[in-house]
T-cell receptor, first 113, second 119 residues
């Protein structure tokens, strides 16, 4: 079965420190991979995606993600966290040629000042 | 970038009434739109996929007679919750993909969501 796992319900990090939000996936074939962020009572905002090419993808607001095919992972990273990064983050995957996007359960990020 | 709007952002209604939620792609054509439901502190649950000019495809367990979806144009899809009950209270989010030739057909863009409260 195709799935996306975000193993951490919550990630806490101090402002200015690097952050990582983990994501692993299980799909057949090559995947399209996405990260979205959701602020309270808002829809999801697109952060970045991996389709093909360089394994390190840069996105909005200083975020980046690294695609690791052997580990089937697509972890979200940021070198220096801001308090305003506190939000709910969703990893998503769509199999190449597939129609539906599969979302992870979400990871809540808290950045303390 | 691609923008998706949703209206209303918040609605409170009495049990038994119907509520219509509109989803519009503002700067691109969306052949396909998706409707999701999100419960507190949970991920998105895909309810249905709507294709312009044809009937929506509903996910298993979603009542098509209760959640009416219409995708009348390339920029507008509507979700009508008929005879709403308190258990229908939730956060509803629409999403669209830009499948035009000049667009980014890989990415889904999301509306800001509609908070429905049924009393």
């Amino acid at each position: 079965a195709q799935s996306v796992a975000q193993p951490e319900d919550q990630v806490n990090v101090a402002e200015g420190n690097p952050l990582t939000v983990k994501c692993t996936y299980s799909v057949s074939g090559n995947p399209y991979l996405f990260w979205y962020v959701q602020y309270p009572n808002r829809g999801l905002q697109f952060l970045l995606k991996y389709i093909t090419g360089d394994n390190l993808v840069k996105g909005s607001y200083g975020f980046e993600a690294e695609f690791n095919k052997s580990q089937t992972s697509f972890h979200l990273k940021k070198p220096s966290a801001l308090v305003s990064d506190s939000a709910l983050y969703f990893c998503a995957v769509r199999p190449l040629g597939g129609f539906k996007t599969i979302f992870g359960a979400g990871t809540r990020l808290f950045v303390k000042a | 970038g691609a923008v998706v709007s949703q209206h209303p952002s918040r609605v409170i209604c009495k049990s038994g009434t119907s509520v219509k939620i509109e989803c519009r792609s503002l700067d691109f054509q969306a052949t396909t739109m998706f409707w999701y439901r999100q419960f507190p502190k949970q991920s998105l649950m895909l309810m249905a996929t709507s294709n312009e000019g044809s009937k929506a495809t509903y996910e298993q367990g979603v009542e098509k007679d209760k959640f009416l979806i219409n995708h009348a144009s390339l920029t507008l899809s509507t979700l009508t919750v008929t005879s709403a009950h308190p258990e229908d209270s939730s956060f509803y989010i629409c999403s669209a993909r830009d499948q035009g030739l000049a667009g980014d057909s890989d990415t889904q863009y999301f509306g800001p969501g509609t908070r429905l409260t049924v009393l």
